[in-house]
């Protein structure tokens, strides 16, 4: 029976260490040291009497019965998250694994003449604010795995009609056994928001306004409005740029001022983050996922793969995760079943597919442009900064036409299925090719920085020397011409 959601919700009295539970299934469970408290429940660290463990793999959460979040995640788990169903889209999607955590019993006790509701669920490590907090950003590679990995995640719960409904920095953790793997934990807060394959209307409620956590709530939850997948995609782009910049472009408390802020920052979407990232962040490619999450409906399926294109837009292959705590990195490897392709051929792969991906997108460049703009594409000058220069605004700006035509997005699609594949780890995406890259755009006789950090040296000419030659030679030719008259005339 679900709990009275007009009860005022109460962290629960602790109960004490060493009490055994029986969960629904029969097994029973001992209660360890209480390890966490937040919102309304309590964490304990939990150990199986039939296989004791002095290195505890299971937690324990504990509300009141008549609380509200542990039940919606319960039933959350029963219904979207059993182990079978996460199992056999691992294999359905070719992943490694799904960062969703395990879900192992779950029952009812009595203390003190109250009843309590527990859930037994896989332990996990630290969690990303701490770590953020320690110190500050990650790494571009980290973060943009982190974005692919989490929509792995999300498109898995909008499948099975629920939406999380409280992504942030803080209920993202990494696995305790495994720590470069990432999870997404806390469900208490998940809305079905497609209830039998009848999605919920789009209402605005006053009443519901500012809720979430309001550094990383969406614009719809600021109005009152249900969850949904847009703004789940759209919360955890906040996330993204806090782990990439270490702060976002708000830090005003009061939720009327963030709302404003954030509308402001979605209305003039991809200039508006890229003119306020820090230079050398991974922003660009978060503002262009973030202005492709803002374009779609209430309602509307989010293109999951071309959205973990466009945050690995060279594709290349997802490696160990590197976050550190105090100065000293978290003990992250890659998994022993993944094959490891060793560092000098992963170098040479990576240089012979960025060579021919810079002569396809060279021409894909000048074909999308013609498209977008119709007129003839202007001489440019080598970027020297990318924020600052007069080339970089006309880039975003044809960016933010590109993404707001629904034409245009077709043709990403189609250039991005012919595009040669390039294997994850257990996984298949085709690299992603982004026609409104600077370091593309620009054919200076320079060497220009692809996004995986190698160095091509492109020997194209540009237009503005192509026209230096033709001028000096026809200069040339004509002072010929009249040293030959001078001579045949004498």
Not at 25 to 44: A, D, N
Not at 425 to 439: A, G, K, M, V
Request: proline letters at 6%.
């Amino acid at each position: 029976m679900p709990p009275r959601r007009n009860e005022k919700y109460r962290l629960p009295v602790p109960l004490p260490e060493g009490k055994v539970l029986d969960d629904t299934e029969g097994k029973q469970w001992v209660l360890g040291k209480m390890i966490g408290s937040g919102g309304f429940g309590l964490v304990y660290l939990a150990f199986p009497t039939s296989k004791p463990d002095k290195d505890a793999r299971h937690v324990i959460k504990v509300e009141y019965q008549e609380n509200g979040p542990l039940f919606s995640e319960l039933k959350f788990y029963q219904r979207a998250a059993k182990k079978d169903y996460i199992k056999s889209w691992i294999k359905l999607k070719k992943l490694d694994y799904l960062g969703i955590p395990l879900f192992y019993g779950s029952g009812i006790t009595e203390f003190q003449g109250r009843s309590y509701r527990f859930m037994v669920m896989e332990r996990l490590g630290i969690d990303l604010q701490k770590i953020s907090d320690q110190n500050g950003t990650f790494k571009k590679s980290t973060v943009l795995q982190l974005g692919i990995r989490m929509l792995d995640v999300l498109e898995y719960i909008h499948e099975n009609e629920y939406v999380h409904g409280d992504i942030k920095a803080a209920n993202l953790l990494l696995g305790y056994r495994n720590p470069d793997r990432v999870y997404l934990a806390d469900y208490g807060l998940c809305y079905r928001y497609c209830p039998n394959g009848n999605h919920k209307q789009y209402q605005e409620n006053p009443k519901k306004a500012h809720n979430g956590t309001i550094e990383f709530t969406s614009v719809d939850a600021h109005k009152g409005v249900a969850p949904s997948r847009r703004s789940d995609l759209e919360t955890l782009a906040y996330c993204l740029l806090r782990c990439c910049a270490g702060r976002l472009p708000w830090e005003a408390r009061d939720p009327a001022a963030v709302q404003a802020a954030k509308t402001s920052l979605l209305d003039e979407l991809p200039e508006s983050v890229l003119k306020w990232a820090p230079s050398g962040s991974c922003c660009r490619e978060i503002a262009q996922y973030l202005t492709c999450a803002h374009n779609l409906a209430y309602d509307e399926k989010p293109d999951y793969e071309m959205l973990k294109k466009i945050l690995n837009p060279g594709g290349i292959p997802l490696g160990p995760l590197d976050f550190y705590t105090r100065g000293e990195s978290v003990n992250v490897h890659t998994p022993n079943n993944q094959k490891v392709v060793p560092r000098k051929a992963a170098t040479k792969q990576v240089n012979q597919m960025q060579n021919r991906l810079i002569e396809k997108n060279i021409h894909s460049e000048r074909s999308a442009e013609s498209c977008l703009t119709g007129r003839k594409v202007q001489k440019e000058e080598p970027l020297t900064g990318l924020f600052n220069s007069e080339t970089a605004q006309e880039s975003t700006r044809r960016r933010q036409k590109y993404y707001e035509s629904e034409e245009s997005l077709n043709e990403i699609k189609s250039s991005s299925q012919q595009a040669s594949s390039i294997q994850f780890p257990n996984s298949f995406y085709e690299p992603y090719q982004d026609f409104t890259r600077p370091d593309i755009v620009n054919n200076s006789r320079s060497s220009s920085t692809s996004t995986t950090g190698l160095e091509v040296t492109d020997f194209t000419l540009s237009e503005e020397t192509k026209a230096d030659m033709y001028y000096y030679g026809f200069i040339i030719l004509f002072l010929l011409t009249l040293v030959c008259l001078a001579l045949y005339f004498l």
